[in-house]
């Protein structure tokens, strides 16, 4: 079956704009997670969903980071008024259920690049 | 805290050795979880396996084995002898038994197999 999908797969944009990054899970799993990975560092744990709401969002960097999942399918990563240091790949995994016993799987990932 | 350290950063060997990816964990829960992801140059994490902190019996599948030691909070990969297609990012990952809770992971270990 179909497997996690993340679009764009690039995404290039300017200092203070504002972006969204999409993430299609694998049908009928309930929990989604969002990472960050910079160059040459493991992924980072920005939130989880478990159904529509975030029950995890303690990985967030800021405010100008916010994630929707308004039907418990699809997730957007929002990110207002960008930074470079925003700059990384952003990952999507999901799970059949939330908890370490569920294989998280992941997408491709979308390249963010702040110039 | 959690934390996972993988010392070695890159690793360099030829077709048909047999090399071992080293994996440091610190948790103080009783209950965790650890994993090994590889990520090949097409970028999307693949999960290998996971390991309960309550089973150190080491684990063989195919070309690739796991030794758990919690006398030493390790949880080292093998690949025998190794292959092209082995060359990847390899990650150690850790979870606690607590739902939801996110994967926390290493720095990652680039391993290159030449022929």
């Known amino acids: 079956g179909a497997g996690v999908s993340q679009t764009p797969s690039n995404k290039v944009t300017e200092k203070g704009k504002y972006v969204e990054l999409r993430c299609d899970p694998i049908s009928g799993h309930t929990a989604l997670y969002w990472y960050r990975q910079s160059l040459g560092q493991g992924p980072e744990f920005l939130i989880y969903?478990?159904?529509?709401?975030?029950?995890?969002d303690s990985g967030l960097p800021n405010d100008r980071f916010f994630a929707v999942r308004p039907e418990g399918s699809v997730s957007t990563l929002k990110i207002q008024r960008t930074e470079r240091g925003d700059s990384a790949v952003y990952l999507c995994?999901?799970?059949?259920?939330?908890?370490?016993?569920?294989?998280?799987?992941f997408g491709p990932g979308t390249r963010l690049t702040v110039l | 805290a959690q934390k996972v350290t993988q010392a070695q950063t890159e690793i360099s060997v030829v077709e048909k050795e047999d090399v071992t990816l080293d994996c440091v964990y610190e948790?103080?829960?009783?209950?965790?979880?650890l994993f090994w992801y590889k990520q090949p140059p097409s970028g999307e994490l693949v999960f290998l396996i996971r390991?309960?902190?309550?089973?150190?019996q080491n684990e063989i599948s195919g070309r690739y084995s796991w030794n758990f030691q919690k006398s030493t909070s390790s949880f080292n990969f093998t690949i025998t002898a190794s292959q092209v297609v082995d060359s990847a990012v390899y990650f150690c990952a850790l979870s606690s038994n607590q739902a939801g809770t996110a994967l926390i992971f290493g720095k990652g270990t680039t391993l290159s197999v030449s022929s």
């Open positions: 948790t103080r829960d009783t209950t965790y979880y």
């Open positions: 995994a999901s799970s059949l259920a939330g908890g370490p016993l569920n294989t998280q799987y």
């Open positions: 969903f478990q159904g529509t709401g975030a029950a995890d």
């Open positions: 390991r309960n902190s309550f089973d150190e």
